[in-house]
């Protein structure tokens, strides 16, 4: 095959690829529109013992969905020039959803008299406006853009596990309403999100050289956060998530697990050539600083000592 029909194949391939993206995203938004607030039922047998329980799971879960309003202002600072899937997708489906699911969330900690996260709507980190700006050098983009899907990866696969054990955690409570009409409804959303993002990813990943790929790996090791933490507070507050959905308190086997779980599909994009690597070791670290945190304000140790 010579340069010529081989450049030909990589571009009919790429639209291809396209078009597949095009029709989720069409798919996403004809078959999950934002949920209706009429649908809702906000009754509660046990408000205070609800309150108790997942209080900080709801207003940390609640300060994340709203602030898709401030991701997006980023995602038109980082992305200059981005694909019009990706601008179609996070602007037309993604952010009236996310932004629906903060609604009603907030709703219900307002009922609970649970005390909100204070949400940041506008504000943009200097470093990311100077990656914006870099985004203009030819090459550079789509290493923004990869981490972009990376970042979506990882969030939407902690999210739907969040609210897996959250639906769990409210039927044991007998909060059947809350569980069916609104942690069922969010939770249904989130694994097509993470499904455009695997799908864009693996396209991108293909494309790019030998050295955006070597950039790529050497960024998301030093930048990766825990999901809706930007500084040592909310990590803080993710670690008292994990505590109150039971993601950590069997040490750190237990949290290997769930390391293994948000970072599986980053790792068999950038690290399947590590072999023996079962989950890249920044997402466990990230994950066990944000227990420790949690446990250190309350006095305690993590993880907690087993009884014998």
Not at 14 to 35: N, Q, T
Not at 50 to 76: Q, S, W
Not at 215 to 225: A, I, Q, S
Request: zero cysteines.
């Amino acid at each position: 095959m010579s340069l010529s029909d081989l450049t030909v194949s990589r571009r009919r391939s790429r639209r291809r690829e396209d078009s597949r993206l095009a029709e989720h995203v069409d798919r996403l938004g004809e078959e999950h529109p934002p949920i209706p607030l009429g649908g809702v039922d906000y009754t509660m047998q046990k408000p205070d013992l609800l309150a108790e329980r997942f209080g900080p799971v709801l207003a940390y879960m609640t300060r994340v969905e709203l602030e898709v309003e401030r991701n997006v202002l980023e995602l038109n600072i980082l992305l200059p020039d981005p694909p019009e899937v990706d601008r179609h997708f996070y602007a037309d489906v993604w952010m009236p959803q996310e932004t629906r699911h903060g609604q009603i969330l907030d709703r219900l900690q307002e009922l609970l008299g649970v005390e909100p996260h204070e949400a940041n709507l506008d504000e943009v980190s200097f470093s990311l406006k100077l990656l914006g700006a870099l985004g203009k050098v030819p090459g550079v983009q789509d290493i923004s853009r990869m981490l972009y899907y990376l970042t979506g990866l990882a969030t939407e696969r902690s999210a739907v596990l969040a609210y897996n054990k959250l639906h769990t955690g409210l039927a044991e409570l007998g909060e059947r309403a809350i569980a069916a009409t609104v942690i069922a409804p969010i939770r249904r959303q989130e694994p097509g999100h993470f499904a455009y993002y695997q799908m864009a990813a693996q396209q991108l990943w293909d494309q790019l050289s030998g050295w955006q790929k070597w950039l790529t790996r050497g960024l998301r090791k030093r930048t990766f956060e825990v999901t809706g933490a930007y500084n040592k507070l909310q990590v803080t507050q993710f670690g008292d998530v994990m505590d109150k959905l039971k993601l950590s308190h069997g040490g750190e086997a237990e949290l290997r697990k769930y390391a293994q779980q948000v970072g599986r599909a980053e790792h068999d994009l950038l690290w399947a050539h590590r072999r023996g690597l079962r989950v890249p070791d920044y997402v466990f670290k990230s994950l066990k600083r944000a227990a420790v945190l949690a446990a250190e304000r309350k006095g305690e140790v993590w993880p907690a000592p087993q009884p014998s």
